[in-house]
């Protein structure tokens, strides 16, 4: 009998921090192991991030596809003004409003992207959290 039952699964993945603020960072998380929809996105960062209005960071979670040169932003959240994260606190990422986007399919690269804005604040790294659903 296949395993085909609906079931929620949590990856649980650490992603390095970038402790210079002008610099950026894309790191391999994980691969979706079965077709499946991304429900949540949590970062819990080892240190405060304070946001700023001009010169700060955007964090988010891309989909590479199964040929790795996809994309697709699955969630995405700007460290702007008065957008702050406490360290050691989950802290959700804002999903795509486009349905379509949260849809992946067995062998999906996800990436884990920080990229500055300006001259940037830096990202202490930490914990992504990625809850998923069976299609």
Known sequence: MADTAPYVRVLEVDV???????????????QAPFDCT?????????????????????VSLVNKGQAGSGSTTVASLNFDNGVNATANNERTITLSATAANLVLA????????????GTGITDPGGLVRITISRN
């Open 16 to 30: 390095p921090a970038v402790s210079t603020a002008g610099n950026d960072d894309d790191s391999v998380i994980a």
């Open 106 to 117: 067995a062998g999906d690269t996800l990436q884990w992207r920080s990229i500055h804005i």
């Open 38 to 58: 991304v429900t949540a996105v949590e970062y819990v960062p080892e240190a405060a991030i304070t946001g700023a209005a001009t010169n700060n960071r955007t």
